[in-house]
T-cell receptor, first 114, second 113 residues
Framework: GESVGLHLPTLSVQEGDNSIINCAYS??????FIWYKQESGKGPQFIID?????DKRQGQRVTVLLNKTVKHLSLQIAATQPGDSAVYFC?????????????FGSGTQLTVLP | KAGVTQTPRYLIKTRGQQVTLSCSPI?????VSWYQQTPGQGLQFLFE???????NKGNFPGRFSGRQFSNSRSEMNVSTLELGDSALYLC????????????FGDGTRLSIL
């Protein structure tokens, strides 16, 4: 049958406000997490990453928080700008023995309003 | 430094055909991984190559295969194409593997008629 498209969660924020994008991950064996930004017609662009031995990591205008207890990841963007409008994906990197798997969230569409 | 380059950007095939997609990684990167992105399933990991060997693999059928050359360039092949294979195929590279940020190309848009 015909597949149904993913319904992307959406987040609209005013320019200059802070944005928080959330992601729930599934596997307790995940030891590395990454946030990507994807603009229309382009491939995903790396934003920030965090390893499981950390709770928080900051970059330029972005902060990632990791809560391993509830398997939750968030991306905070400070002073959101029009250029931040894009789809944001979280990815979890699962280690199983010597093998690794990379699993992506469904994405959140961020729209920055003028 | 040039980014990840994927060719071709667009491709149209018919059911039953096969297709080969090409990826040139960032200079110095030895790990190349491939992904399928569709509206229905989102972004899914296909496989990763390092030093000409497939090191990690996602949950895709054997119709999807790849290889990596000694210069780290990689190709992905899909045989016996199905309508459901219509997707954006993305390639990414990193210095040593999946436990580092992946740098993506802009993908090859494959349409199956």
């Amino acid at each position: 049958g015909e597949s149904v498209g993913l319904h992307l969660p959406t987040l609209s924020v005013q320019e200059g406000d802070n944005s928080i994008i959330n992601c729930a991950y599934s596997n307790s064996a995940s030891d590395y997490f990454i946030w990507y930004k994807q603009e229309s017609g382009k491939g995903p662009q790396f934003i920030i990453d965090i390893r499981s031995n950390m709770d928080k990591r900051q970059g330029q205008r972005v902060t990632v928080l990791l809560n391993k207890t509830v398997k939750h990841l968030s991306l905070q963007i400070a002073a959101t700008q029009p250029g931040d409008s894009a789809v944001y994906f979280c990815a979890e990197n699962i280690r199983a023995g010597s093998a690794r798997q990379l699993t992506f969230g469904s994405g959140t569409q961020l729209t920055v309003l003028p | 430094k040039a980014g990840v380059t994927q060719t071709p950007r667009y491709l149209i095939k018919t059911r039953g055909q096969q297709v080969t997609l090409s990826c040139s990684p960032i200079s110095g990167h030895r790990s190349v991984s491939w992904y399928q992105q569709t509206p229905g399933q989102g972004l899914q990991f296909l496989f990763e190559y390092f030093s000409e060997t497939q090191r990690n693999k996602g949950n895709f059928p054997g119709r999807f295969s790849g290889r990596q050359f000694s210069n780290s360039r990689s190709e992905m092949n899909v045989s016996t194409l199905e309508l459901g294979d219509s997707a954006l195929y993305l390639c990414a590279s990193s210095l040593t593997g999946l436990n580092q940020p992946q740098h993506f190309g802009d993908g090859t848009r494959l349409s199956i008629l």
